[in-house]
């Protein structure tokens, strides 16, 4: 579904906002897939996701929906790797902290709580993502941890100054 430049200069001031909010900005401390953060994961499959849905053949997408789940999926606010109490069930409860978190803190829908819970299946087989957008942030969530986890962690700090100017605008 083709966006028009109204809706993209639209989703690009609801991208500015996120991504200069001091809140989110809090995700950069809180590191992830061998060298990532939250901050720089969480703005990677924002746009992977938006830019899968705009290519997709599927009528009556939210890319509002898209966009705020994939910036607030995981919106946790903890390094769970420090915390033993946390380590364990960490796949399965983040999801539903980071929804209760985004929702406190941004009053996010219904729908976007969804996709934020719903972002871990099948490690949480509980939480099936039912709509398309769901679907959409969570393969797209899946493709970004692959490519992180699977790239250097000594490559990737060379690269942060590249991420962080990748993930500067969503439509770029």
């Known amino acids: 579904m083709k966006l028009t430049e109204e809706e993209k200069l639209e989703l690009e001031k609801v991208y500015q906002a996120f991504l200069n909010d001091e809140r989110i900005l809090k995700m950069q401390s809180i590191p992830m897939h061998r060298g990532s953060n939250c901050y720089i994961h969480s703005f990677k499959v924002a746009k ?8 997709s053949r599927k009528k009556d997408i939210n890319f509002h929906a898209i966009l705020l789940g ?3 999926h995981d919106y946790y606010l903890y390094d769970w790797r420090s915390d033993r109490s946390k380590k364990k069930k960490h796949g399965h409860n983040h999801p ?6 985004a929702f406190r803190d941004f009053n ?6 969804k996709i934020i819970e719903s972002h871990m299946w099948p490690i949480n087989i509980k939480e099936y993502p039912d709509s398309k957008e769901a679907r959409i942030v969570s393969i797209c969530d899946k493709a970004v941890t692959i490519k992180e986890a699977s790239t250097s962690k000594a490559y990737k700090e060379k690269s942060k100054a590249y991420y962080l100017s990748y993930i500067s605008k969503l439509f770029k």
Do not use: F, G, H, P
């Open 70 to 72: 994939a910036i607030l």
């Open 96 to 101: 539903q902290i980071a929804s209760e978190n």
């Open 48 to 55: 992977r996701a938006v830019r899968y849905a705009e290519r």
């Open 108 to 113: 996010i829908s219904k729908e976007v709580r």
